[in-house]
């Protein structure tokens, strides 16, 4: 199984990036995929999940109303939208993969895998 993040970069404060996760090896249709973060010295923290079917969302407050996680499952491809971006919002982003609930959605060891990360940068 592998999963690719790819789309961070370097984005002024009040930009828009938004990260693509591409999946192999796995039946990816029957997976809820996430989106974790971290910044230097912090633990890794869930930013967004969404689940098998697209039919839920879930965010961490602090990105509700700017970012938005999305899957299209003919490509094989989570994304995550990320607009109105702040400082605090520079961290390595993580995709992740698994089978979750509602009450497992955010904590990091409910899925089983992990891609490889993207740098996202918020200059101010």
Do not use: H
Not at 55 to 68: A, L, N, P
């Amino acid at each position: 199984v592998q999963l690719q993040a790819f789309g961070g970069g370097l984005v002024q404060a009040g930009g828009s990036v938004r990260l693509s996760c591409a999946a192999s090896g796995l039946t990816f249709s029957s997976y809820d995929m996430a989106w974790f973060r971290q910044a230097p010295g912090k633990e890794r923290e869930f930013v967004a999940a969404i689940r098998w079917s697209g039919g839920s969302k879930y965010y961490v407050d602090s990105v509700k109303d700017r970012f938005t996680i999305s899957r299209d499952n003919a490509k094989i491809t989570a994304y995550l939208q990320m607009n109105s971006l702040k400082p605090e919002d520079t961290a390595v982003y993580y995709c992740a993969a698994g089978r979750v609930i509602t009450t497992t959605a955010s904590t990091p060891r409910a899925y089983n895998y992990w891609g490889q990360g993207t740098q996202v940068t918020v200059s101010s």
